[in-house]
């Protein structure tokens, strides 16, 4: 199965388990966080973290994220970029338990996860070190050929790999990019801020995931 079509596979499998619809977003709603705003978070929460769709974030989820993105770069077992991109991930999970994991069970629940980022959007400006390495990570990921800036292939081709369609995901870069061919990394952090406290739906960063409703 190819990367593609793995992700489409992977996202309709997200979208229709067992559990309902709603339930998650059940579990925040005593939570002081606007609907628009717990949609993104679970939306990052189930499509980009929770990998294997246990309804929970654990180490085995970064396992498998990072096992996706070298079959989406073509980075074998054993080389130097895997063995960075692997380096790099668990840094970043060992970052979030020790945040987030708030009853030390070695999992992060949707609620811990919920309260983490409403703190975050409380002052972006003191970001975690993880939170800044992840978003480091997804530029440097998304940005293929290296040149400092994302184009809409590259964008493209990581957000499709986690089951977005295409078409939708080139509509989205239009968004962030305001039009132009090129994000820099500057543009994107501020973009990546924006997707975590506005309360705009119409927010360019609000898209820089690759999805264009909520």
Known sequence: MDVLNYGKTFLHDVLTRVVPRNFFRNRLASMPISEFRKKKLLYIFNVFFDVNQ?????????????????????WAPGSDQYKKTYDSMIQIWDGLRQRADANQDG????????????EYAKNPGNALDWQNQYQRFMFDLEDAS??????????????????????ECREAFAKISGGQKEVNFQQFQSLWQQFFVSENPSDPGNFIFGKTKF
Do not use: H, N
């Not at 292939?153 to 369609?165: A, K, Q």
């Open 54 to 74: 246990s309804g929970t974030i654990d180490k085995k989820d970064f396992e498998l994220a990072i096992e996706k993105i070298c079959s989406l770069r073509g």
């Open 107 to 118: 999992q992060v629940s949707v609620e811990e996860w919920a309260s983490m980022w409403d």
């Open 146 to 167: 290296g040149d400092g800036s994302i184009d809409v292939e590259e964008f493209t081709s990581v957000c499709s790999c986690y089951g977005l369609e295409p078409q």
